[in-house]
């Protein structure tokens, strides 16, 4: 397949550690690693899209250089969790003889490990034990209490962040320069706004935007993620610090009527109020009265009426 016909994801993966965005810590541990060629076991832990996945094969490529290919194996265990897959495909890749350079292992990725079963996870514990001396494993997941402690005690464990948009910016406009496309202030901070600090989103919201409209203006971007539009969160943070309670759920009703669930307009909500300019103390306590309404609605009341009594009580704090 061709460059140009590569979804922008793959087509701009790093391939050197240099080149993987933020994470410096961690990332500083894998380029010692990679230099000194004795690769642990390890378990990565961060949420989606921050470079798990991306920057141990980064590791394996300069470790073991064109025998990465035959040496390393890849497995999505989300799909792939049970104690059969760890006994057949995992065990037989680990028994297998692979030429590679001198004092280095095999490496087996295991993606999504928290989705693994406790019986496949107590059966992986025994082969990384069995097979230490010629293959290393490096778990990717992201919730490291779902890993049993066995597992956990046999690892070194890399924490990743999301990405803050002084990471990501940079990288969002050499892609851009790099497809010849103008890059535009306000489209590249509605494409921050609605990644979340996850990589992988912004470059699909990117490549989408630019295939749907041929540019990255800031109506286009919302209109291919399809989320609740920060202009009208705004104004509904306004109407509260001012005490407008029917203001702010007239504006409220605008994204209610366009189909969006209580729990999309209070993830973006909160977005907005943390970049709101107001007094902190307030901002604060704004801040903790969405993540109650959050917990509520994720206990199963998911109703209007829950975010109407938010709001009622963001205008009572502001007076």
């Given at each position: 397949m061709a460059d140009f016909e590569l979804p922008w994801v793959e087509k701009y993966r790093p391939q050197i550690?240099?080149?993987?965005?933020?994470?410096?810590?961690?990332?500083?541990?894998?380029?010692t690693i990679a230099i000194q060629g004795n690769m642990p076991n390890m378990l990565l832990v961060g949420p989606p899209g921050c470079g798990k996945t991306t920057s141990i094969w980064c590791l394996a490529r300069?470790?073991?250089?064109?025998?990465?290919?035959?040496?390393?194996?890849?497995?999505?265990?989300?799909?792939?969790?049970?104690?059969?897959?760890?006994?057949e495909k995992i065990k037989s890749f680990a028994q297998q003889k692979v030429n590679v350079p001198s004092n280095m292992h095999k490496i087996i990725i295991l993606d999504e490990a928290d989705s693994m079963t406790a019986s496949a996870q107590q059966a992986l514990r025994m082969i990384m034990t069995d097979y230490t001396s010629t293959t290393r494993f490096a778990l990717a997941c992201n919730d490291s209490s779902k890993i049993i402690e066995a597992i956990q005690s046999r690892c070194a464990i890399l924490r990743f962040t999301r990405l803050n948009e002084g990471e990501m910016r940079p990288r969002l406009i050499r892609v851009l320069e790099n497809e010849?496309?103008?890059?535009?202030?306000?489209?590249?901070?509605?494409?921050?706004?609605?990644?979340?600090?996850?990589?992988r989103n912004a470059l699909n919201n990117l490549q989408a935007t630019i295939s749907a409209f041929g540019?990255?203006?800031?109506?286009?971007?919302?209109k291919v993620c399809d989320q609740p539009h920060p202009d009208?969160?705004?104004?509904?943070?306004?109407?509260?610090?001012?005490g407008q309670f029917t203001q702010a759920c007239d504006s409220l009703k605008i994204l209610w009527v366009q189909g969006y669930?209580?729990?999309?307009?209070?993830?973006?909500?909160?977005?907005?109020?943390?970049?709101?300019?107001?007094?902190?103390n307030i901002q604060l306590k704004y801040l903790k009265e969405l993540a109650v309404l959050r917990m509520r609605l994720l206990d199963g009341v998911c109703t209007l009426l829950q975010v109407h009594g938010c709001i009622a009580k963001l205008c009572e704090l502001s007076l």
């Open positions: 550690l240099d080149d993987v965005v933020g994470n410096e810590r961690t990332l500083k541990q894998l380029q300069q470790m073991l250089g064109d025998s990465a290919k035959q040496a390393v194996c890849e497995l999505n265990a989300s799909d792939e969790r049970g104690i059969d897959v760890v006994r010849r496309i103008m890059p535009d202030d306000k489209g590249l901070d509605a494409l921050l706004f609605t990644a979340e600090g996850d990589m540019n990255l203006e800031f109506e286009n971007v919302f009208i969160l705004k104004n509904v943070i306004e109407s509260c610090t001012e669930s209580p729990l999309d307009i209070i993830g973006s909500l909160y977005k907005v109020v943390t970049t709101f300019s107001m007094n902190e």
